[in-house]
């Protein structure tokens, strides 16, 4: 059974630093052609495509905001852990992790609960 | 970054057919084809619809997709009740190297 799981802050304050982590279980980023990918959903609006990463380390950003993201792996631990730099109050938002494959990278079929980030001071 | 352009909402009635759409360019709905995604309120999306027309497993019949150059749509047939959602299409696009999403359609179940 496929299972992701998002952990973080609720609240930064603008201009911190939020880290997200994705825990996931009944697969491995080891395997050939997965990968692990977060989107975000501000309140009452459209999903964002933020980050992927795949089982062999590639990494793809968000053009409009590659600037402030990093994405990496610890395969060990079954974790993908995103970072934002710079937080601002338009970044409040729903933050999910899915998993898809690197073939069809936007075929999300499993999708976490999701974690509410509010950037305030 | 550019994204896929939906009609904000639709309304049908009940046992109707619904048809969403959602249009991009060659470097994305074109290429690889379009993924269609429902979300109801307060819950994470759920994959619909993938390469065109395959269902995962345990989503209705009702539901099919297609594609016209560079326009993808999703049919809805036989319209219920818990049908009233948020339906989201995104595609890769290989001039961005991300995923790109649409805004989202509204669909009404009257």
């Known amino acids: 059974q496929v299972t992701l799981r998002e952990s973080g802050p609720a609240v930064v304050k603008p201009t911190q630093t939020l880290t997200l982590t994705c825990t996931f279980s009944g697969f491995s980023l080891n395997t050939s052609g997965l990968c692990v990918t977060w989107i975000r959903q501000p309140p009452g609006k459209a999903l964002e495509w933020l980050a992927r990463i795949d089982w062999d380390d590639d990494k793809y950003y968000s053009t409009s905001l590659k600037t402030r993201l990093t994405i990496s792996k610890d395969t060990a631990k079954n974790q993908v852990v995103l970072t934002m730099t710079n937080m601002d109050p338009v970044d409040t938002a729903t933050y999910y992790c899915a998993r898809a494959v690197a073939a069809a990278p936007a075929h999300f079929d499993y999708w976490g609960h999701g974690t509410l980030v509010t950037v305030s001071s | 970054q550019a994204g896929l352009t939906q009609p904000p909402s639709v309304s049908k009635g009940l046992r109707q057919t619904a048809t969403l759409t959602c249009t991009g360019n060659n470097n994305n709905v074109g290429n690889q084809g379009a993924v269609w995604l429902q979300q109801h309120q307060g819950h994470p999306p759920k994959l619909l619809s993938y390469r065109n027309n395959s269902r995962p497993s345990g989503i209705s019949e009702r539901f099919s997709a297609s594609r016209s150059r560079y326009t993808a749509s999703l049919t809805i047939s036989g319209l219920q009740p818990e049908d009233e959602a948020e339906y989201y299409c995104?595609?890769?696009?290989?001039?961005?190297?991300?995923?790109?999403f649409g805004g989202g359609t509204k669909l009404a179940v009257l």
């Open positions: 995104s595609a890769w696009d290989s001039s961005l190297s991300a995923v790109v």
